[in-house]
């Protein structure tokens, strides 16, 4: 693995000019060697012009070029064009439909004007994933945005870095324009009168701390208002986003009011917020870590049937993680945007150790791999065994996991029989997996009525599927981690 | 007077030998209109020079060269190091469709009964300089210094050729050179020298595949600004079929002449200010 060099200076240059001067104009710059550049030159070129001319895109064009810094002496509207580099190499033995699912989106976000192109590593660390960040749930992004356009509420839930919330956001920047589109995030204002002056401030404008001292004499009212006012004040139905519902319900607790005036404080909060959202016709995207439900029937015995309005109707949909058409091309695109350059040798490393299953740990691993690499100029993958086994030993991307199963387990006590279940599935190498019978029987231990929903929670919970009769993990990263785990300490007799 | 009816060659060369309908070229269009045809001609042409992958080839040759070259001012002395210019020109990399058709009608003896030297199903094995770059630097010296950098791999023994820069090698490695080295068109004697053009001129062939072929030529400003000066006045017309004055042939070949007394004057005093500053002159 190494940086990409940018001082290469031979390139093939693909230039789009922005003739309607609203964005920058753009010139994508394939690096050139030596001889070991050809076939993989032309080969992305014939897959960049497949694809401006299947779409009928205008404005491409190719040039070569001895110097990318006098590449105005090409066309002097690319004077101040943003510039692109990639080596050529980058893209070899790739066969037609891996470069087209790697330059397809690339040519797509020129021709659009986007400001990104690619994702990076550490470009989602630690925040949602947004724009060019988000990696390929589009499937679910539509079917979101058609449930919503359907009249539905939904429940968004997911262990955290799942990508609920860059899927909550994406499912937004969607439906902006067709909706009024409001977020809320719980995690910030856990408590009612906090998240009364957040809706306050944004409907009526004014700080947020004066919002609050407003909403702290009436919390509850001041919802209402704000989301009446919000909703009378515009002529598209709202789409209310809220992430991290258990938080507020969680904020209540630190009143130090008994478990029935917490009960009674929930529950007129979640009318407060539904009232008028009912009385608008609007939506709500509740998303969380959390089943929410289970949490108040659990917390404080509020049974389904005592929700308000359009909280006793959101539809579950659960997010899992992502299965990419081709995985390869998905971490190709992530080095391609950080800069890495992989030998095959460090290729097959990656494939065979991470995957974008769950964003949120591969993006943290490659990028303590791009940090060493940036280090020390070249390494080899047996450098990267070490950063694995570190990573594996200190992250802390996995731990909800650990917390769902210690906590959360549905049926109370059957933590372990599920832990069981992963660490048999983990102790198979990944592809094999652990046969789905074993896993039934083992899960029979907790009961013969609740082995279906630990089954159920199982799935819906952890990165795994069952396929061809096994229980598989999906994500690589999680198979290690759970592995090491799992793992026992070597005693040295000697 | 010099007055070649080329452009009538052209239409007779695309109107007999054009493989019309064959393989991926086009139909013969229902018109014999010569404009129509040559259209048909040269988009097929430019094409079929798209799929030689011929370009890439070119570029991957244009940065082992620029590798080396920019090994040049450490061959320098010091005080000469932040002088040394050079320009890649790669304006022309891939020969236009149309001069390509022009080629193969003037070397076509058609008078003759013959067939087309160079025909449409082998033109790019044929031409030498499909793909060719250029390498301008400032002083003939330069030139000099660079061909003998770009030879160097070539001329060496195997164990030698291992001591060399690894941009040499690499160099080597990708690419044979025709001849093993540049040809001279700088100095060749009055009596066999045809035209003004001054350079060094290289035929590189890819080791691999194909053996695909790239010139690479070498030369002065002042013998590029020759060149583009004939290029316009002389090449260009000659190709349209317009009629060149003998006495303006003869002026724009005595300016190459002077121009390379121009070139040897500046590396004159190139070489007695250098001498006079490792004497300790300055």
């Known amino acids: 693995m190494r940086m990409r060099d940018e001082q290469l200076k031979t390139c093939k240059a693909l230039t789009w000019v922005d003739e309607s001067g609203k964005s920058k104009s753009r010139v994508l710059l394939f690096l050139v060697r030596g001889a070991e550049d050809i076939a993989p030159l032309e080969a992305l070129q014939v897959a960049c012009r497949a694809r401006i001319e299947k779409c009928a895109f205008s404005a491409f064009e190719w040039h070569a070029v001895a110097d990318p810094g006098q590449i105005s002496s090409v066309d002097r509207r690319l004077f101040s064009a943003e510039i692109i580099r990639f080596e050529a190499c980058e893209f070899q033995n790739l066969n037609g439909e891996q470069l087209a699912s790697l330059l397809d989106p690339i040519i797509d976000h020129i021709a659009a004007g986007d400001p990104e192109l690619v994702p990076r590593v550490g470009g989602a660390v630690g925040g949602p994933a947004e724009g060019i960040q988000f990696l390929n749930r589009l499937s679910d992004v539509a079917e979101l945005v058609a449930s919503i356009r359907a009249d539905e509420s939904i429940f968004l839930q997911a262990p955290r870095r799942m990508g609920k919330t860059s899927l909550m956001r994406r499912v937004q920047k969607e439906l902006d324009g067709e909706f009024t589109t409001l977020a809320l995030n719980l995690e910030r204002d856990p408590t009612p009168a906090e998240c009364a002056a957040r809706l306050r401030s944004i409907q ?62 929930v529950l007129s909060f979640l009318s407060a917020l539904a009232a008028p959202l009912d009385k608008h016709s609007a939506r709500v995207v509740v998303a969380g870590s959390v089943n929410w439900q289970a949490y108040l029937e659990s917390e404080l015995q509020i049974t389904h049937d005592e929700l308000p309005g359009l909280f006793s109707r959101l539809q579950e949909k659960i997010v899992r993680p992502l299965d990419l058409e081709h995985p390869e091309c998905e971490l190709r695109r992530l080095l391609l945007g950080s800069g890495l350059v992989a030998e095959p040798a460090d290729m097959r490393w990656l494939l065979e150790h991470v995957d974008l299953a769950l964003p949120f740990p591969a993006a943290k691993f490659l990028d303590s791999v791009l940090g060493e690499t940036k280090q020390r100029g070249v ?29 959360k387990c549905p049926i109370p006590g059957t933590g372990d029989t599920v832990a069981e279940v992963l660490g048999r599935t983990a102790s198979q190498p990944f592809g094999d997996g ?52 799992i793992a026992e300490v070597k005693v040295d007799n000697e | ?12 060369l695309i109107r007999q030998h054009f ?40 570029l991957a040759l244009h940065a082992r060269i620029q590798a080396v070259v920019e090994e040049m001012p450490d061959q320098l002395p010091p005080t000469e190091r932040s002088r040394f210019f050079y320009r890649s020109d790669l304006t022309h990399l891939m020969k236009s469709p149309e001069s390509i058709l022009d080629k193969m009608a003037r070397e076509w003896e ?48 195997p164990e030698e050729r291992l001591r060399l820069t690894p941009k040499q090698q690499a160099l080597h490695s990708d690419f044979r050179l025709s001849d093993n080295c540049l040809e001279d068109l700088i100095m060749l004697g009055p009596e066999i020298r045809s035209s003004g053009e001054r350079c060094r ?4 062939i890819l080791r691999r595949d194909s053996g695909m072929r790239v010139e690479v030529q070498v030369q002065t400003m002042l013998q590029e600004a020759w060149d583009k000066k004939d290029h316009f006045l002389v090449y260009e017309p000659r190709r349209r079929g317009e009629a060149i004055e003998t006495c303006h042939s003869i002026e724009i070949y005595a300016m190459s002449e002077l121009l390379y007394v121009a070139d040897l004057t500046f590396d004159r005093l190139l070489e007695i200010i ?9």
């Open chain 1, 204 to 265: 009526t404008g004014e700080g947020f701390h004066k919002a609050l001292r407003a909403a702290k004499t009436d919390p509850n009212g001041v919802l209402t208002d704000s989301i009446n006012a919000l909703c009378a004040g515009s002529e598209k139905p709202l789409v209310l986003f809220v992430d991290e519902l258990v938080a507020v319900f969680e904020g209540m607790k630190v009143d130090d009011a008994g478990e029935q005036a917490r009960r009674d404080q």
């Open chain 2, 201 to 204: 001129k290289g035929l590189f």
């Open chain 2, 1 to 12: 007077m010099d007055s070649p009816k080329i452009a009538t060659k052209i239409v007779q």
């Open chain 2, 19 to 58: 493989p019309w309908g064959q393989g991926d070229c086009p139909a013969r269009p229902a018109v014999d209109d010569p404009t129509a045809l040559e259209k048909c001609a040269t988009g097929w042409i430019k094409n079929r020079v798209i799929r030689t992958g011929l370009e890439s080839a070119a």
């Open chain 2, 274 to 282: 250098r001498q006079r500053r490792s004497e300790g002159g300055d």
């Open chain 1, 379 to 407: 390494t080899d993958p047996s450098v990267f065994d070490g950063l694995l086994s570190d990573f594996l030993k200190t992250t802390e991307a996995f731990a909800d996991f650990d917390d769902h199963l210690r906590t």
């Open chain 1, 434 to 485: 652990a046969s789905q019978d074993e896993v039934k029987t083992i899960l029979l231990g907790a009961g013969a009525n609740d082995s279906d929903r630990l089954e159920s929670w199982l799935f819906d919970t952890f990165p795994v599927k069952a396929e061809g009769g096994r229980i598989r993990f999906v994500s690589r990263l999680f198979h290690q981690w759970w592995r090491s785990q």
């Open chain 2, 110 to 157: 058609a008078d003759k009964g013959k067939a087309p030297k160079v025909g449409f199903d082998d033109f790019p094995e044929s031409m030498d300089d499909l793909a060719r770059f250029r390498i301008v630097l400032n002083f003939l010296s330069d030139v000099e210094m660079v061909c003998g950098k770009l030879e160097e791999p070539y001329r060496v023994s």
